[in-house]
Each structure stands twice: as structure tokens, then as C-alpha cells.
């Protein structure tokens, strides 16, 4: 007989009752699966018994391509072969790998500072971690804290930014009345939106108690009534001040003289919210400030130690000058659409908590946030209520909130200073970082 043309396959001698066994199962498998078990909800595993032959049958150790399956959310167009080592080429990303390892942290944000939210915590954060990281600020013209508030905000509102030429900054978080058309001009398109809201009437209360009539009238018996009035006079088309009326509404951008009284007051309650989810990625809610920072560090990507930071105020402030429970029903109706804001995004809140960090796992990383953060005020603090201040620059006094712990260690001396710095004095400080590095630049 004449030998077969065919290429013959070299068997080493042990590997023969191998094949046999594997193969009969194989066929076993096959047979079984495609007459027996197809309805049921047994899985035969090919793949695992492809794996299997590719180890036994084998040319001068050349492997045999073995077609995988494609895992689920893989491309199905796409062929995907192992070889004997277990390597795979495929555009998918591999099931294994977690979000925090695909989560990379975001250097571009905008955060609308709204007035009395514990807006100035959230900017003192950002201005740390962004010094920290030599990123560029968008910082208000003329050295001034403010974007012409409380005009709407515009690009060349913005130092360094002239007629239509603006650069790209990293971050922006100086107060302003918000504008997106004109934001954008200035920030990059992957660029974070967040804010942070709060309850309309300690909003209210807070607004009084900080303002030029509380110091005129400091028995806290007159709260009530000054509120009142206030309110009442809020109601004229020509008032858009947005101090006490729907201030978070006005911040924000939008009209801020609605009341519960006006006819079309659900549509345009709708519509402002409807904006604010689309221009913002997140919006903190105050009462849950430390589960906020915990959401806010999820969403940046960035670690538990960069949203530490210390409260400016506390509950115990307003606790001082209450209001009554009929003005604080009055504060909610002719706030009623900073009401409405709260409730729908208080709610929606809760549902990113659940979604994006989970409600044990939020409790956990809040028990550990405080217990970083009670660690930090042992290290700076001595005190949290400091006196005032003398400002030279600009007149009037400045409430540092702190008093700094005098025999705080060098090494952690210039992250405490930092913490305690106001906006005033940490934006002037920006101002010359930045001036410097440009003029060195030249």
C-alpha cells in the first residue's frame, strides 16, 4: 500500500489512552447535551473541554487555535481565538476589571458656589486639591472673589480671557450667576458640572442671620417679623436681588420671582429642573453633607483623603435664631419653586446614593470620612470659632471660623493653614500662583 500524501501528526505513545478517554467524552458530552439536556438548564461546557484537547492534542508544540465563545457585552462580530498559553485578543473590557480601575480622576470642574448651601467648604476643597496639583484657575477679573455677581455670567468675565479668545482652565468655582452658553466658552467639553442645594427655610434663616438687619436687630425675636416683610416685598417684577426669594432658582440662572400663586408655576417648575439636570452631572444636598462628599468623591474618581475638609457652619447656628412654623411655611410658599428644586432633587439624591455607591457602603465611607476628618481637627484646631479678622484690602472684617493650632506639626502645618484659609486671602493667593507661573513663562 502507498503511504497517505497527508501530513502525519507525530503522537507521543503516553498520550493515546488521553485522547481516547477525552474524545469519548467528548462525544458523550455532545451527544448528551444535544438529545437530553437541551431543554433543561444544564450547560455543557465546551469551552472548558476545547481547553482540555487544545492540551492534549498538539503539533511539534505548535498549540491549536480554539475558538472561544464571545462573553457577554463582547462584540459577537468579532473572532476571538486562545492559544495554549490563555492569551486573548478581543476589544471588549475584561469582566475582572472593576469601575475604580477604569475610573480615572476628573481635573475639569465647574462648581456653582450657591449663596449659604456651604458653598464655601466645597470651593476651600477644590482649591486644595487643584494648588496641590498645579491646575489652572478660572478666577474672577480685577482680583475680585465674585464673577460680576449677580449679573449672569460671561466668559470675559474670566481673568486672562479677552473679547472671544479664551483659554481652557481646569477649574471654576468662584460665585456667579450660572450661564452654560457662556461657560463653556471657557471650559473644556469634558468638563464636571456640580452644585449644591438646601432646604429653602434654614437657607432663608441663614441669609438673615449673616445679612446687615440681623446686626441692626440682634434679638433673634425680630427674625420672624423681618422675614416676613422681606417676603412680602418680594413680590414686585422689579426686585430680581434673588437675597431671599428663590435664591437658589436665581443662582442658578433662572427667574427667581415665582410664587405659589402664579398659574403656570408647575410648567415652569418643570422646566427649571428639567435644565438642571441636564447642565449638572450632580447637585449635594446640605442636610446630607458628609454622604454628598462621599457621592462627589465617587463621582471625580479621586480618594476619601481629597474630600475631607472642615464645616464652615453647623445646625447649631440656625438653632440659635429660629423661625416660627408659620413663617417657616411662608418661607416654602413664596419660595416655592427653591421648594420645589429641594424636594425633586433630595429625592433623586438618594437614588444616585443607591445606584452609584450603595447604602452600606455609603454608611461605611461616611464612618471613615469622619473619622478622618475628626483626625484632621485634633491636628489644626484648638478651637473652631475665631475671632474676626481686620481685612486691609478691601475693608470690613473677615470671620476666619478657626483658630489654628499654634504647635501643629511642620509637616502637616501648610495642609492646616490651607484648610483654614478664607476665600478671600486663598483666592488672592491663586491670583499670584498663577500671575507668577505666566510671567515665568515669558
Not at 71 to 95: H, I
Not at 316 to 326: E, G, N, T
Not at 428 to 438: A, F, G, I, P
Request: net charge neutral; with cysteine; aromatic share 10%.
Amino acid at each position: 500500500m502507498v503511504a497517505p500524501t497527508s501530513v502525519n501528526l507525530k503522537w507521543h505513545s503516553s498520550r493515546w489512552p488521553a485522547v481516547l478517554i477525552v474524545g469519548t467524552l467528548f462525544m458523550v458530552g455532545f451527544v448528551v447535551q444535544a438529545f437530553i439536556l437541551r431543554k433543561g438548564g444544564f450547560n455543557f461546557n465546551q469551552e472548558h473541554t476545547f481547553h482540555i484537547l487544545q492540551n492534549v492534542f498538539k503539533v511539534n508544540r505548535q498549540s491549536i487555535p480554539v475558538p472561544v465563545r464571545p462573553k457577554s457585552g463582547s462584540p459577537t462580530g468579532e473572532s476571538q481565538m486562545q492559544s495554549s498559553v490563555g492569551s486573548v485578543t478581543s476589544t471588549a473590557t475584561p469582566l475582572h476589571k472593576t469601575s475604580e480601575e477604569r475610573c480615572q480622576p476628573k481635573s475639569h470642574i465647574v462648581f456653582l458656589n450657591t449663596h449659604q448651601t456651604e458653598g464655601r467648604t466645597i470651593q476651600n476643597l477644590l482649591y486644595r486639591y487643584g494648588e496641590d496639583r498645579g491646575l489652572t484657575f478660572a478666577l474672577p477679573k480685577n482680583r475680585d472673589i465674585r464673577f460680576s455677581y449677580p449679573e449672569r455670567f460671561e466668559a470675559q468675565f474670566v481673568e486672562g480671557v479677552d473679547g472671544k479668545s479664551a483659554n481652557e482652565f481646569h477649574i471654576l468655582c468662584n460665585d456667579m450667576r450660572f450661564r452654560k452658553s457662556e461657560v463653556i466658552k471657557v471650559m473644556p467639553e469634558d468638563t464636571f458640572y456640580f452644585s449644591i442645594l438646601r432646604h429653602p427655610v434654614p437657607l432663608v434663616q441663614s441669609l438673615f442671620m449673616y445679612s446687615k438687619a440681623i446686626s441692626i436687630h440682634p434679638d433673634c425675636q425680630f427674625l420672624d417679623s423681618l422675614v416676613e416683610e422681606s417676603l412680602g416685598n418680594h413680590t414686585s417684577p422689579k426686585d430680581e436681588s434673588g437675597v431671599t426669594l428663590n435664591s437658589l432658582a436665581f443662582d442658578f440662572g433662572f427667574d427667581n420671582l415665582v410664587t405659589a400663586g402664579d398659574k403656570d408655576l408647575e410648567q415652569r417648575a418643570a422646566k427649571v429642573i428639567a435644565d438642571m439636570e441636564r447642565d449638572f452631572h450632580l447637585l449635594l444636598i446640605n442636610e446630607y453633607f458628609d454622604e454628598s462628599l462621599v457621592l462627589l468623591k465617587h463621582a471625580l474618581c479621586w480618594s476619601l483623603e481629597d474630600v475631607v475638609t472642615l464645616r464652615r457652619s453647623s445646625r447649631a447656628d440656625l438653632l440659635r435664631c429660629s423661625v416660627l412654623p408659620d413663617t417657616a411655611e411662608d418661607i416654602k410658599r413664596y419660595n416655592t419653586l427653591d421648594w420645589k428644586i429641594y424636594q425633586h432633587f433630595n429625592a433623586t439624591f438618594w437614588h444616585k446614593v443607591e445606584r452609584v455607591v450603595g447604602m452600606e457602603e455609603m454608611k461605611r465611607e461616611v464612618s471613615e470620612l469622619r473619622e478622618l476628618q475628626a483626625k484632621l481637627t485634633r491636628s489644626c484646631l484648638t478651637g473652631k470659632v475665631a475671632p474676626y479678622q481686620k481685612n486691609t484690602s478691601h475693608g470690613g472684617d473677615v470671620p476666619l471660623g478657626f483658630n489654628l493650632n499654634s504647635y501643629v506639626k511642620p509637616e502637616i502645618k501648610r495642609n492646616c493653614q490651607k484648610l483654614v484659609t478664607p476665600e478671600l486671602q486663598y483666592t488672592y493667593n491663586l491670583y499670584n500662583q498663577q500671575l507668577s507661573k505666566k510671567t515665568a513663562s515669558l
